[in-house]
Every structure is written in structure tokens, then in C-alpha cells.
Nanobody, 113 residues
Framework: QVQLVESGGGLVQAGGSLRLSCVAS????????MGWYRQAPGKQRELVAF???????NYEDFVKGRFTISRNNAKRTVYLQMNNLKPEDTAVYYC???????WGQGTQVTVSS
């Protein structure tokens, strides 16, 4: 059974930083690309950043230069370092493995202006 457990969210002022973590189990983590997604109230879930199994990364334009995705295969964990946060970054953040349809419970990020 695939389990994804996100953590690290919280309330932060605009310009602040947060580091999200997602621990995966039930998958062969090292061969899975991992993505971070977010869903704001009333909006569809959207991709934020992706890291492939070989460590290459891709970012959506709205987070380029501010967010960094990374992974630690030994810890089965993917991270999202979020800097210079903006109120429009407020959302529930989720991680997802490339070869699984499972979602975690998400972690709430709220950025105040």
C-alpha cells in the first residue's frame, strides 16, 4: 500500500520561507520521479515542481527562482524548499510519486500579506 506523508506546512508572512517534506512508503522510491502539487481553495490541483529519478528538476514558472525541490533516496523523502513566499502561494501542498495514483493528506501552507 502506497503511503505519502507530507509535513512542514504552516503560517508564514510574505517573504518568509518554509521547507516541506514528504516521506513515501510502499513504492520503490529510487525509480520514481516525485512531484509537488498544490490546491488553493476553489482551484484545481496544479503541479509545482518535479524531480526525476536521476535528480533532474522542473519548475512551473510561478515558482521558478523561489522554490527548490530535492530528494533523499536513503530517507525515501522528497523536499520542497520555499523561499520568498507570496500570499498567492497559499494552498494545500501534496506530493505524488510518478508511477502511483496515490495522494497523501497534504500540508497546509498559508502566507499572510
Amino acid at each position: 500500500q502506497v503511503q505519502l506523508v507530507e509535513s512542514g506546512g504552516g503560517l508564514v508572512q510574505a517573504g518568509g520561507s518554509l521547507r516541506l517534506s514528504c516521506v513515501a512508503s510502499g513504492i520503490i522510491f529510487s525509480i520514481n520521479g516525485m512531484g509537488w502539487y498544490r490546491q488553493a481553495p476553489g482551484k484545481q490541483r496544479e503541479l509545482v515542481a518535479f524531480i526525476s529519478s536521476d535528480g533532474s528538476t522542473n519548475y512551473e514558472d510561478f515558482v521558478k527562482g523561489r522554490f527548490t525541490i530535492s530528494r533523499n533516496n536513503a530517507k525515501r523523502t522528497v523536499y520542497l524548499q520555499m523561499n520568498n513566499l507570496k500570499p498567492e502561494d497559499t494552498a494545500v501542498y501534496y506530493c505524488k510519486a510518478q508511477w502511483s495514483a496515490a495522494w497523501g493528506q497534504g500540508t497546509q501552507v498559508t502566507v499572510s500579506s
